[in-house]
């Protein structure tokens, strides 16, 4: 699908015919110019397009895919030579027949047998004339930034245009209820959100405003779109509201996304092929996340949905490879209190981690051979040094057991923090504290509370400055 200026929308289309429909399918191709080539037949699911068949055009440019059951309805392409392609609606109707011309087969397309697809096409010619338009706006706006005149009358032209989009989809959806093209684009509209008045003299305005159109939107991100239909896996539609709302609408919050996935999976439940799309897309999107405290996210995915049973779609060697990896992130989320460390220093005395009586706590998981932590330590040090923060303490602990080299590179760099040395792991560090490479970063509060993890170096002293401003 094309991707729009102000909002991810597709076409509608007039009510098709309900006759007898035949079984399978059988999709005729005529390509003028693309005499034997091979051209192939292909599906979305999710972000993702697959080959569904292969047509080997004659020499007159025809050829025909044929089944004898029917393809799951969706959004298909049509692929040619040279990575063009163009898109047909499948759904209960599938048998019809497409010609054009290679040389320019979206505007020479027509379909005979499949009024959805004609209308189709004729969408797409329209909408991209709409496109165009308010492209031309947009490139307007840009030039115009310091013209405050200008960019109020380009504000209005471009929320007159964003309407007149809408308001043609509006009349397609209406003119389609019922069939698989009015679910799907209903899906695709955009929610639109209240005006919420604000009374005089409430105290910031423009907060009250913004959390206010936050939660609307968010409470009815997906009203529009059928979560127990499942056509729309081959469609993008799905992956793209489940993307949008979890990357662009939701503050990024676990507690918060952790509740609006319970309120999703709910809605989703009641259809089995939905439910697994849907929880594979979470499971993938916290799992590749590198946002701070998503692995709690990702704990609640595996406790709720891959662990309890309910995934069989998994294999047992997958759930207990996943349970070894949750065990793992299990004790050092976001909000935990770090586990206690006992062991032995640099200075030849025991220290323990809750001895430490400061605001902030920095554990630092280092080698003196690491490659990273040779570049790490020297800007910690200097974090810790210059000028000397009193309410932060840097807890350290070598990975390695090579005490001759730990110290030396200790004496040779001054490191005056707390040096810890556990060999032998009795303490068990790498395990309450997911240490897998080195260097590795906690920031404690003065409870003892993990507020931050597995950030660099650099992004401590920010960190806690942004700590201390929003937590007076």
Not at 413 to 425: E, F, V
């Given at each position: ?5 102000f ?93 054009c ?17 004609s ?46 989009m ?26 639109d ?11 910031n ?32 539609l ?35 092929k ?14 590749e ?22 995934a ?20 050092n ?79 040779d760099?001054?490191?005056?923090w ?24 906690y920031?404690?509060?003065k ?10 170096v ?15």
């Amino acid at each position: 699908m094309r991707k729009l200026i102000f909002f991810i929308l597709i076409s509608l289309v007039p009510v098709f015919s309900f006759g007898q429909l035949k079984n399978g399918y059988e999709i005729d191709i005529t390509i003028k110019g693309l005499q034997d080539s091979t051209v192939f037949l292909a599906y979305h699911l999710g972000d993702k397009q697959y080959i569904k068949d292969t047509i080997k055009l004659d020499r007159t440019g025809n050829g025909t895919v044929r089944g004898h059951e029917a393809l799951p309805q969706g959004i298909y392409m049509i692929v040619l030579p040279g990575r063009k392609y163009f898109e047909i609606l499948i759904s209960a109707n599938q048998h019809f027949a497409l010609n054009c011309s290679f040389s320019d087969y979206f505007n020479t397309l027509k379909f005979n047998g499949s009024e959805e697809n004609s209308a189709f096409v004729e969408y797409q010619r329209k909408w991209i004339v709409m496109q165009q338009r308010a492209s031309v706006i947009s490139k307007r706006i840009q030039n115009n930034k310091q013209n405050n005149d200008s960019l109020k009358i380009l504000g209005s032209l471009q929320k007159l245009q964003e309407e007149n989009m809408k308001s043609y989809l509006r009349s397609v959806i209406k003119a389609n209820n019922g069939n698989f093209l009015g679910t799907l684009v209903k899906g695709l509209l955009p929610i639109d959100i209240p005006e919420f008045p604000i009374p005089i003299g409430f105290a910031n305005p423009d907060s009250v405003r913004w959390v206010r159109n936050y939660n609307y939107n968010k409470d009815h991100f997906f009203d529009n779109i059928d979560l127990t239909d499942e056509r729309l896996i081959r469609t993008p539609l799905l992956y793209a509201k489940l993307d949008a709302f979890f990357t662009s609408a939701l503050i990024q919050s676990p507690d918060t996304i952790n509740k609006e996935i319970d309120k999703l999976i709910k809605k989703c439940s009641a259809n089995y092929k939905i439910f697994q799309f849907v929880s594979v897309y979470l499971f993938n999107h916290f799992r590749e996340s590198e946002i701070m405290g998503h692995d709690a996210v990702l704990v609640k995915l595996a406790d709720d949905i891959y662990l309890s049973g309910k995934a069989d779609w998994v294999t047992k060697e997958f759930k207990d490879d996943l349970r070894k990896q949750i065990d793992l992130l299990r004790p050092n989320l976001i909000g935990k209190k770090a586990e206690n460390m006992i062991m032995d220093s640099y200075k030849g005395i025991f220290v323990s981690l809750y001895d430490v009586e400061k605001d902030f706590t920095v554990l630092y998981f280092w080698e003196p051979d690491c490659g990273h932590c040779k570049e790490a330590t020297p800007k910690l040090k200097a974090y810790y040094d210059k000028p000397r923060d009193y309410s932060l303490e840097v807890f350290a602990v070598c990975t390695t057991s090579d005490k001759a080299k730990w110290t030396k590179y200790i004496e040779d760099n001054k490191l005056i923090w707390i040096n810890g040395w556990d060999p032998k792991r009795s303490s068990h560090f790498d395990y309450y504290y997911n240490v897998q490479s080195t260097p590795t970063v906690y920031i404690l509060d003065k409870n003892k509370k993990i507020i931050a993890k597995k950030l660099a170096v650099e992004e401590i002293g920010p960190f806690i400055d942004n700590y201390r401003k929003f937590n007076k």
